[in-house]
């Protein structure tokens, strides 16, 4: 049979390749052939498709049969090469049969070529199969190993005759060892590595074996791990070769690990040993023990111990009866913690602590002495903890020596744990279910009282409440009542229920029908009922009761009771009739009120309107009813509400705003209020203000016109002050320059006359000074200057003031200030003004030869004036405002002059009021005063007062709060002159030295001024030049630099202030000093001379001897 083959024929002769293919056909093959000539060629046939052999000539032009060879070898292609050539020798086909060619032909010689090619063919089958089977034997191999791995199986072969013993890797491994490790391996590895009590029931089975009385040698025995712990081994074996006596010589087996299956026997036999001492419910210390004692069975050489976790953290013996008890004993209550040992750290930590080496240990650092001294070396503890993760207990094992546990020890251990855990929470359940017992006898007996008071407490609410319960059978139609029903019928309570007929005179003829026919209505349809009635009581009186009732059936649906509650309502009924006369009352007075009245829920819905009929409105009352503000109102309006409404329901607080609505053809001008009212709803008042806006509007054009008035008074005041002031600084400056006779020396008739011009203007001026003090005062416009004030210097220089003019009139002036009085912050230029003015009146009202006392007393009541003191045969007629501090500081001057009539005294301290005209014609004054001493004590919140009798003199007095007292105080301020604290100036001391005479540019419009000031500067020795307007001022200060500038505010072109800010923005003439003069003499100009520039201020009329002391202080710091 013909046999198909592909040949690849590397040839470039196709005659020679057509050849090669019929002798392949004579020889039985059908070829499928190809035929190469190169390397590329041969690449692409190689990877086109599989061929069966390979046939190539020797040498080709581009190709040879060694490197076609190769190149079938590197491609790693097992194909059968057969050379076939004409020219090669023995060496070159020896070296090609080396190389790898299979065979070698002559081209003469092709007979055998069909031979040589199927023997090559079928060798390459044969050397593929074996190849498989080669792989097949290697997979089978390996397959066989995995499977005895898998199974953790160890092979022994044990040699009785030589006692060599052979084992796998898996036989050593179980037991943690290398086989290499274990060498030499004999018997004795195994005999020694057997646990002693395991070991001769093992040579027992074997020796049974032997005698052939066991088919097979089988036991489960402990072999020694390498860690130190036992391995359960399930061994078997046996003999595989006896001898013709009969005896062993070589016997095969296995080792299987059975720890696993041991643990898992273990922990069932411990579960259901411990879990049915805890079914028995056997006390826990004794459940505790046979566990512990259990495992240290397990676990050789150790000592166990559980220790109980309290709520307080600390640790408590549960059981360890083989640790000893001194030990014990000082570990008790210990409080867990890092570092606190084994056990305090793995409660702490929530986790297992193992301890191999106490004595290394840093855990153990402040226990180690306590363990070694009681041979404890290694501690392994777990913490046993709730599904919560709480801490119930630890769990502890300790060994005498240093030791690390093995898997199957912390397996044996966790089990411990867990049925640790189930005692102790099963005890702990236990315990709770006792308590919870106990409690709920003892809630049980208490609810029990409870009822019993319960039903005490229900007869007396029935009696408070006036509620009764009432029974009536339906077929008997016998009623039952309770006590209170006879209270409220006022029926005896000690006599029966009275029958229904009886009952039913109790009812008004009408409520009597309705009453009986709803009782039939219910025992007719089965439904209860609850309604009101008029009744009337056994006495005669009525009232109204409250009874619901509920109908009881008999299984088959019949009605067989009656029975519900009865409550007196009388009062009640009364109250909502009130309410309702009261809601008729306060609806009538709402409609009467020129307001809106409506209420709205938090929707913005309408829920009531009422609407007085006088008052206009943009909506209907009855059709906005249920309605939304934003369906009913402009957008504008109910937005605002809309938001008032949450506002107030929020902050549940008033809420207060204006709108404008247009009503017909005018603008109405409304105040909306808005209230919470409970139920999620707000009630609000809307009142029509336009006639209150119009009023606000008229008043405010009023308060503009009065505040244009004032200022217009104001500008007026200081305009006049101006116009006067200025002439009268001509007018006293030359008066006083004659009378210290600068232009030379006048006789006594001409100083008579000086003086006369000088009282006179200076009368005009303290008139001028009055009347702007007033104006500012009433204006607001007066600021208090607070400083630190010694009253008794106050009190000294004010007397000093006027004690010339006292003397005049041979007046006596007494001052009575207690020592120690402390300071206070006064404003001490005004309160000095005051006293003056006090001081003054005095002296003017007191005849001659009269007498005048200043008392400083601290005071709580203004009757303890010590007026009487000086006067006792006085009767003093008082008149003091009331004061609203407990405690003051009072000052108060007493004369001994013409008196005051009662009638005239409460006209005082009024501006421009003279009690007297005959008074004004013999003392001269304006009358303003005393206005105006009462006005700057008040300002200080202080009072002022008198009492005076006619013909006998005044006391005048003003209290100053204590609140102003300053906290230092004063313990001695000492008597002083009334120079004592001035320096005393004689004319002509300040004059400057000769030779030396400083340039004063004196700017002032005023001619008469510019000579009165001129002549007496010049008099004392200055220079002087001139400017009549700011601008000149300027311009001269740049070019004569002057020492000194008088300044006048009021100038034309650029006016004084303006002149002074140009002059100090230059800071080359900073060393100039600069005083303004002005004769508006208004509150504010001083502050505002200081703060353009000016060094001092000083207002007209200018008191020319001050004005020189001024001026040469400024020269002498500047020259500093």
């Not at 070898?73 to 049969?97: C, H, N, R, W, Y």
């Not at 007396?460 to 409220?488: C, H, K, Y």
Request: aromatic share 6%; hydrophobic share 40%.
């Amino acid at each position: 049979m013909s046999e198909n083959i592909n040949v690849l024929i590397i040839e470039d002769c196709e005659d020679d390749a057509i050849l090669i293919v019929r002798s392949l056909k004579q020889g039985g093959f059908v070829p499928n052939w190809e035929r190469v000539q190169t390397a590329e060629e041969l690449h692409q046939a190689l990877a086109s498709r599989s061929w069966d052999v390979i046939i190539s000539d020797y040498n080709l032009p581009k190709l040879n049969a060694p490197t076609a060879l190769e190149f079938v070898k590197q491609s790693q292609l097992d194909i059968p090469f057969i050379v076939v050539s004409g020219t090669i020798g023995e060496t070159l086909a020896v070296d090609l049969m080396r190389a790898g060619a299979n065979d070698y032909l002559m081209k003469g010689s092709l007979t055998r070529l069909a031979e040589a090619v199927r023997r090559e063919i079928r060798e390459f089958k044969m050397r593929i199969d074996r190849q498989q089977a080669a792989i097949e034997l290697e997979l089978t191999k390996k397959r066989l190993q995995l499977a005895l791995e898998g199974s953790a199986i160890g092979l022994w072969d044990w040699s009785l005759k030589t006692g060599e013993l052979t084992i796998n890797e898996r036989w050593a491994e179980m037991l943690g060892y290398s086989i290499t490790e274990l060498e030499p391996i004999c018997f004795d590895t195994w005999h020694t590595h057997t646990h002693p009590d395991d070991a001769q029931k093992t040579l027992q089975l074997l020796e049974k074996h032997f005698q052939h009385e066991m088919p097979a040698y089988e036991d489960e025995l402990r072999m020694r791990h390498k860690q130190g712990h036992w391995v359960w081994i399930l061994c078997r074996g046996k003999v595989t070769e006896w001898d013709d006596q009969g005896k062993p010589l070589r016997m095969t087996g296995t080792h299987l690990d059975i720890s696993d299956r041991k643990q898992a026997e273990l922990r069932l036999s411990l579960q259901s040993s411990i879990l049915e001492r805890i079914a028995k419910a056997e006390p826990l210390p004794k459940i505790l023990e046979a566990l512990v004692c259990t495992i240290e069975d397990q676990l050789e050489g150790s000592k166990c111990s559980i220790l109980l976790c309290n709520s307080e953290g600390k640790l408590h013996s549960g059981s360890s009866p083989h640790l000893p008890e001194a030990y014990k004993l000082a570990i008790e209550g210990l409080e867990i913690g890092e570092g606190v040992g084994s056990c305090g750290t793995a409660a702490f930590r929530r986790e297992r602590v193992i301890v191999t080496d106490i004595a290394t240990d840093p855990l153990w650092q402040d226990y180690r002495e306590l363990a070694l001294a009681h041979n404890l070396r290694a501690c392994w503890s777990t913490p046993i903890l709730t599904s919560d993760g709480e801490v119930l207990a630890t769990f502890a094992v300790y060994h005498q020596s240093i030791h690390v546990p093995c898997p199957q020890e912390l397996e044996i251990i966790a089990l411990a744990t867990d049925i640790a855990k189930i005692a102790i929470e099963r005890d702990q359940a236990a315990q709770t279910l006792a308590n919870l017992n106990h409690n709920l006898e003892m809630r049980v007996e208490q609810r029990t009282n409870a009822l019993r008071q319960s039903e005490a407490k229900l007869i007396e609410a029935q009696q408070i409440a006036r509620l009764g319960s009432w029974e009536l059978d339906v077929q008997t139609r016998e009623i039952t009542w309770s006590r209170e029903i006879f209270n409220i019928f006022g029926i005896d309570p000690n006599q029966n229920a009275p029958s229904y007929e009886q009952l039913l005179q109790y009812f008004p003829p009408d409520e009597r029908e309705r009453f009986h026919n709803l009782i039939e209505q219910s025992i007719q349809s089965s439904e209860s009922y609850a309604t009101d009635f008029k009744i009337i009581r056994a006495d005669g009186s009525s009232g109204y009761i409250f009874i619901k009732a509920e109908l009881l059936c008999s299984i088959v649906g019949h009605a067989t009771r009656l029975f519900g509650i009865a409550m007196d309502i009388s009062d009640r009924k009364a109250m909502q009739e009130a309410l309702q006369l009261s809601e008729e009352r306060a609806r009538a007075t709402l409609l009467a009120l020129p307001d809106l009245v409506f209420r709205v829920n938090s929707k913005g819905e309408y829920v009531d309107f009422l609407a007085s009929p006088n008052v206009g409105n943009i909506v209907d009352p009855q059709q906005v009813i249920g309605r939304r503000l934003a369906d009913c109102l402009p957008a504008e309006l109910w937005q605002k509400e809309y938001q008032a409404i949450q506002q107030a329901l929020n902050t549940q607080s008033l809420q207060t705003y204006e709108q404008q609505t247009w009503i017909v053809d005018r603008v109405r001008y409304e105040e909306v209020r808005v209230a919470p009212c409970g139920n999620d709803e707000v009630v609000f008042f809307i009142r029509d203000i336009s006639d209150r806006k119009q009023a606000e509007a008229q008043l405010q054009r009023t308060n503009e016109e009065l505040i244009r008035a004032t200022r217009l008074k104001d500008e007026f005041l200081a305009n006049m002050s101006h116009e006067l002031r200025t002439p009268l600084n001509a007018i006293l400056g030359m008066t006083e320059a004659l009378q210290e006779m600068v232009f030379g020396v006048i006789n006594e008739r001409q100083i008579n006359a000086l003086q006369t011009i000088e009282r006179s203007g200076t009368h005009l001026l303290a008139l001028i000074n009055d009347i702007l003090d007033v104006a500012k005062i009433e204006s607001g416009q007066l600021e208090l200057d607070y400083t630190q004030t010694s009253i008794e210097q106050l009190c000294q220089s004010s007397i000093s003031l006027v004690k010339q003019l006292a003397h005049q009139k041979r007046i006596e002036l007494k001052v009575n200030i207690p020592k120690n009085i402390p300071e206070m912050m006064l404003d001490e230029r005004r309160i000095r003004q005051v006293l003056i003015n006090l001081l003054n009146n005095a002296v003017k009202f007191t005849p001659e030869g009269g007498c005048i006392n200043l008392e400083v007393t601290c005071q709580r009541f203004f009757k303890d004036i010590p007026f009487t003191k000086a006067f006792p045969e006085m009767l003093l007629t008082p008149y003091v405002d009331e004061i609203q501090s407990p405690n003051y500081l009072q000052i108060a001057i007493i004369d001994t002059g013409i008196g005051i009539s009662p009638e005239n005294i409460k006209r005082l301290f009024k501006p421009f009021v003279q009690i007297d005209s005959a008074l004004n014609r013999q003392y001269m004054g304006t009358g303003l005063g005393l206005a105006i001493v009462k006005q700057i004590v008040e300002l200080h919140g202080g009072k002022v007062g008198v009492t005076s009798r006619i013909g006998h003199g005044s006391c005048f007095m003003i209290a100053l709060p204590l609140s102003n007292l300053h906290d230092s105080s004063l313990n001695s301020i000492p008597p002083i002159d009334k120079f004592s604290n001035r320096e005393k100036i004689e004319l002509g001391s300040n004059a400057p030295k000769q030779g030396h005479s400083p340039l004063i540019l004196l700017a002032e419009d005023n001619e008469a001024n510019i000579g009165t000031i001129s002549c007496y500067l010049e008099a004392k020795g200055y220079q002087l030049i001139f400017a009549h307007n700011g601008q000149e001022a300027v311009n001269i200060t740049k070019s004569h630099v002057p020492n000194l500038i008088l300044m006048d505010i009021q100038m034309p072109v650029v006016d004084g202030m303006e002149a002074i800010r140009i002059i100090r923005s230059d800071h080359a003439f900073d060393h100039i000093p600069i005083i303004a003069l002005t004769a508006l003499a208004m509150a504010s100009d001083r502050e505002k001379c200081l703060a353009v520039g000016a060094n001092e201020y000083l207002a007209k009329p200018v008191k020319l001897k001050q004005l020189v002391e001024i001026i040469q202080k400024l020269l002498q710091n500047f020259a500093l």
